[in-house]
């Protein structure tokens, strides 16, 4: 399950298990985690609601990518395919 959860967060953010060990070793804020992320093309194509939020509605971008990775660990918990979650 770790591997699947960090393949997930790879494809969102484009970390690698280098980066994002030293992330979790310095306890970064979610605000620096997605700061360097380069999300991948199509997190867009997350959908749906998180916290009776409707994620294609949230205008502020720090949430947007926060509930983007809500969903998609979400998703992962409910054991959704992996490729479904990445949106192949």
Do not use: P
């Not at 749906?48 to 998703?75: A, F, H, P, Q």
């Amino acid at each position: 399950m770790k591997e699947e959860l960090h393949e997930v967060i790879r494809w969102l953010t484009g970390y690698n298990d280098e980066n994002l060990k030293e992330l979790i070793d310095k306890q970064v804020t979610f605000e620096v985690f997605f700061k360097n992320a380069v999300l991948n093309n199509n997190a867009h194509l997350i959908k749906g609601v998180i916290c009776g939020y409707r994620i294609e509605l949230i205008e502020n971008s720090l949430t947007k990518k926060v509930s983007y990775l809500d969903k998609i660990v979400d998703e992962l918990a409910r054991g959704k395919k992996i490729d479904k979650i990445l949106r192949k």
